[in-house]
């Protein structure tokens, strides 16, 4: 056995994904670039469903009018104009809106234009999922038995039916912050959206006219009752003051009572009898101070001021006794005590002093007297005014209760007075016919239909597309599990990759491909059999087309087995694949071609006994091959086909014996030593032995051929072959994954790789790389076409 090299996954770690970024602008923008075609596919759709919606919908004509709610109309009907602010105008605008969209206003515009009998409005375009629905609800009534319903209830039913169209037709907002209240309503028939809006307008007008005249007849009615009975209340309450009055005895004169004025008069005339009587006493308790001192002290203390009454006869006696005894105390300085005129003077001041004694004396019995009629007028007062208090405390018992009285016969009147002002008020306000609102746009009728907008569906229709078409492809990305690029072999599988190989001929159209075909309504096209191509033809691709992208896949991977299988010898080379129908044999057959091109003796053996690709190129079908030699029924040179242009030797895997072989058996045959001696013989005569095995998931028979390969070329399939799939057969066989020399992307769409790769990538720049595969380009494509 040769020698070779360390695996590729023991020398080269594996690339490590890099930490996840909040975005990766460049995977995103391929991931658009690369499902472009299926979203704008998605838009076509769309739009194409948009358009058919357009043509077959039924066209709706919307007619609008403006209402203001004016308060302002009824402030000369209105005595006092009613504060407003926000809070309320919010509030008011809310009620109006809720006014016009209400049933029993819909009732209203119903009856007067006679809806109930108006098929436009009874029986509307309906969409094709209302026509379904009327449908169903149709079979399912077939086996319900109702009643009969009467004449009445049927046009009820139509009267409410035709209510809740129109409502559902209605649209009623506020226009901004402002107090007009828009009025829309939506219908087929432009003439009869212009009608009722029109007549909603009326109706709402009316029904604010109706409410207000209601609430006013209402009010006085209400009113006029109060005021009967108010009235006849007030009544009752005056009588019954009156009598309690006059029962009572609260005669009222002045608005007080007579006692209350009887007592005040006695207390005035008390005040002024005591103040009396303490004058009355004190002068006669000053004059009899005087007489009680004698004739002689009187005389001298006999000095009474004006005040104290008519002395003037005191006053003119005690003047002439001051001359008298001013006269004699002159005589007796001058002359002597004893001489005559001193002693007449002597005695006719006697005398005066007799006279003045006797004037205080009767002065003094007059103030006595004077002092007594006081003091008993004094007591008279007390016991009058002691005889009214005590009848004016009963009457001002009595007078409690008349207060009470006349309290409640005041509010009575005084709630009479009030209500009968606002009877007079609701009176005048019935006969002003104004409504706080008033029409500011006339509706119109509608000349261009409001629904279905045409750019608004197709902008919708496109967005929506493009929504579905982001969907779909978001699902297939998140579905690729893949591999696209080196880059996945390298990470998920740790081995080499040797390139890719192009698509040749049709490929089996995918998930993605079926959709996309009906989407676009064209035909899938049909996978096309290894059976309907020539060998010659098929294993020749690298030969027509030596410096192409294809031929040097191959050249690569032949320098890879070059390095890692050094030594001397011969080297036996398996490709295997995961799954059927990923172009293995293909990938054989040139890889084979190219090694005997380059002058090396290659034998190209199909192993795959349960479905030989190869052998069914071969043309003539071979007698006998792989399968007779193993068996022993004839020897393997006697199988072995030469190409005569690329000498390559090709050794089938049978003919009718092959055919013939059980399935289950083939293993056992790769695994015989007939098998093992087989190769061995091989090694001998050539330099290159190519086998081409089965997929390894179905089968074990490449398992089983393993042990005498040197190193194997894995194929998968670009765009097909799950990645999961083949790291876990990959890592369930060490002993092959030991042995993968590198592997092939087979199948390679090379228009749509650069659309999976980042900016920086090898792939990316593949176009520049035709620079070098610009000779026998035209025979590549002639190939590639086939």
Request: glycine share 6%; net charge neutral.
């Amino acid at each position: 056995m040769n020698q070779r090299s360390l695996p590729f996954n023991s020398v080269v770690p594996r690339e490590m994904e890099e930490p996840d970024k909040f975005i990766d602008l460049d995977r995103l923008f391929s991931v658009i670039v690369r499902r472009a075609r299926l979203v704008g596919a998605f838009v076509v759709l769309f739009l194409v469903l948009g358009a058919v919606y357009l043509v077959f919908a039924t066209p709706f004509y919307t007619s609008m009018t403006q209402i203001l709610l004016d308060e302002n109309l009824s402030k000369y009907a209105e005595e006092q104009a009613t504060p407003q602010n926000s809070q309320l105008l919010d509030t008011q605008m809310a009620s109006a809106v809720e006014i016009l969209k209400s049933g029993e206003l819909a009732l209203r515009v119903v009856d007067k234009m006679k809806l109930d009998d108006n098929d436009t409005v009874l029986n509307p375009p309906r969409s094709p999922f209302g026509v379904a629905k009327d449908w169903l609800r149709s079979v399912t009534g077939v086996f319900s038995f109702g009643s009969d319903i009467s004449e009445e209830a049927a046009r009820n039913g139509r009267r409410q039916k035709a209510a809740a169209l129109i409502q559902q037709g209605l649209s009623v907002e506020r226009v901004t912050r402002s107090s007009v209240v828009s009025l829309a309503y939506r219908s087929s028939d432009p003439q009869l959206a212009a009608a009722i809006v029109r007549g909603y307008a009326d109706a709402y007008l009316n029904d604010q006219l109706n409410a207000n005249f209601d609430a006013t007849e209402r009010a006085s009615v209400w009113l006029q009752e109060r005021l009967a009975d108010l009235r006849q209340r007030s009544q009752a309450a005056s009588l019954e003051v009156e009598k309690y009055r006059s029962e009572n005895g609260l005669t009222l004169a002045r608005g007080e009572l007579m006692s209350e004025q009887q007592l005040a008069d006695l207390n005035s005339q008390l005040i002024i009898a005591q103040a009396d009587t303490a004058s009355a006493s004190a002068r006669f308790k000053q004059f009899q101070a005087i007489v009680d001192q004698g004739p002689e002290n009187a005389v001298k203390n006999a000095t009474i001021s004006a005040k104290e009454g008519d002395n003037s006869v005191i006053r003119e006696l005690r003047t002439r006794y001051l001359a008298v005894s001013k006269r004699e105390q002159e005589v007796s300085q001058s002359f002597s005590v004893d001489h005559p005129q001193a002693v007449s003077l002597r005695r006719e001041k006697s005398d005066i002093g007799r006279q003045i004694f006797q004037e205080l004396q009767q002065l003094t019995a007059s103030y006595r007297n004077e002092y007594e009629v006081a003091r008993s007028r004094e007591a008279s007062l007390r016991e009058n005014i002691e005889g009214t208090t005590g009848r004016n405390s009963d009457a001002n018992l009595s007078l409690v209760h008349l207060r009470e009285l006349e309290q409640k016969s005041a509010a009575l009147k005084t709630l009479y007075e009030t209500y009968l002002n606002r009877y007079e008020q609701a009176s005048q306000q019935r006969s002003f016919p104004i409504a706080k609102a008033r029409v500011i746009s006339t509706a119109g009728v509608p000349t261009s239909a409001s629904s279905p907008k045409k750019t608004l569906v197709l902008a919708l229709s496109a967005v929506l597309g493009m929504m579905a078409g982001g969907a779909f492809a978001a699902f297939q990305e998140f579905r690729e599990r893949t591999f696209r690029l080196e880059s996945d072999v390298r990470s998920i599988l740790g081995h080499r990759s040797f390139g890719y190989v192009p698509l040749i001929g049709p490929r089996q159209p995918t998930t993605t491909d079926r959709v996309r075909a009906r989407l676009m309504k064209g035909k899938v096209p049909l996978p096309t059999t290894p059976a309907s191509v020539p060998f010659e033809r098929v294993s020749r691709i690298v030969l027509d087309a030596p410096r192409s992208s294809f031929a040097e896949t191959f050249r690569n991977a032949k320098l890879a087995c070059d390095r890692m299988l050094h030594g001397s010898g011969s080297r036996v080379i398996g490709i295997v694949s995961a799954v059927p129908d990923e172009g293995k044999s293909i990938i054989a057959a040139n890889f084979a071609a190219l090694l005997a091109a380059s002058g090396k003796k290659t034998l190209l053996i199909d192993a795959d006994i349960r479905k030989p690709g190869l052998s069914q190129m071969v043309n003539p079908p071979p007698k006998t091959g792989l399968v007779e030699a193993l068996i022993g029924e004839a020897s393997w040179p006697a199988g072995i086909k030469i190409d005569q242009k690329t000498k390559l030797a090709i050794f089938p895997v049978g003919g009718e014996a092959g055919a013939k072989s059980e399935p289950y058996d083939s293993h056992e045959l790769l695994a015989s030593p007939a098998m093992a001696e087989l190769i061995d013989n091989a090694r001998k005569s050539f330099d290159y032995v190519i086998v081409d095995l089965a997929a390894l998931a179905p089968v074990v028979d490449a398992k089983a051929f393993s042990p005498l390969a040197d190193g194997f070329i894995y194929v998968a399939e670009w765009g097909r072959t799950p990645s999961r799939l083949v790291r876990d057969l990959l890592n369930s066989e060490p002993q092959i994954n030991g042995k993968i020399l590198g592997v092939i992307l087979n199948k390679t769409d090379m228009n749509e790789l650069a659309k999976y790769s980042d900016f920086g990538g090898a792939e990316h720049y593949r176009h520049r790389f035709e620079k070098y595969y610009v000779e026998n380009a035209e025979t590549y494509r002639r190939t590639e076409a086939a």
